[in-house]
């Protein structure tokens, strides 16, 4: 069955530290994929997404991710965070018209000032 | 509106009442799917319709739960004898799948408490 794994649950960092969040897909065709942001208080937005072409997709904010086929990762990273990058972070996968977005348990990130 | 809409924002209802949740997505949007969220949780898939497809129920919790949607357009997620357990934030998103960019767009979302 398909599935997304995140690997970090809780990641505290102070600022100006670089990020990289982990995300694994298991599906092996064609496969969108997405990071999804959500501000304390706030609606789930979409943070940057990848469809086909270039593998690194730059996002809003500065964070960009890379997708590498070869190992089913859609990394998320920042090179420099800030506080009010303390969100929770989702990434999930769709592959094929008839299937529904698989999400990852997500990622809690606190930037202290 | 331009975006995913949801009705009410904030539900407060007594334990074993019976609670209506609806959702007004994007239009033309082909593709909706409910989510719950509890606090400091992620999201918890419910129920996915896309098109004129059966719809995918295979995360609804119980059959308290049900959800329809009329016209391929608006939604309405049911909850019947509502339990302290249902306290949660439910929260509709919609997209455009024929298109190819499956993006999924997410309205502000409906907590419901039960008291």
């Known amino acids: 069955a398909q599935s997304v794994s995140q690997h970090n649950h809780h990641v505290i960092l102070s600022e100006a530290a670089s990020l990289e969040l982990g995300c694994n897909y298991s599906y092996g065709g064609t496969v969108n994929l997405f990071w999804y942001v959500q501000y304390p208080g706030q609606h789930l937005q979409l943070l940057l997404k990848y469809f086909s072409g270039d593998p690194l997709v730059k996002g809003i904010k500065g964070f960009e991710a890379e997708f590498i086929k070869s190992k089913f990762s859609f990394n998320l990273r920042k090179p420099s965070v800030q506080w009010s990058d303390t969100a929770e972070y989702f990434c999930a996968a769709h592959a094929g018209n008839n299937r529904k977005l698989i999400w990852g348990l997500g990622t809690s990130l606190a930037v202290n000032p | 509106g331009a975006g995913v809409s949801q009705s009410p924002s904030n539900k407060v209802t007594e334990k074993g009442k019976d609670v209506e949740l609806r959702c007004d997505p994007i239009s033309g949007h082909t593709a909706l799917y409910w989510y719950r969220q509890s606090l400091g949780q992620g999201l918890e898939f419910l129920i996915y319709?896309?098109?004129?497809?059966?719809?995918?129920k295979s995360g609804l919790p119980s059959d308290r739960f049900s959800a329809e949607r009329t016209g391929g357009s608006v939604s309405t997620l049911t909850i019947q004898r509502t339990q302290q357990e249902d306290s949660a934030v439910y929260l509709c998103a919609s997209s455009f799948v024929a298109s190819g960019n499956t993006e999924a767009f997410f309205g502000q979302g409906t907590r419901l408490t039960v008291v």
């Open positions: 319709f896309q098109g004129n497809s059966a719809p995918d």
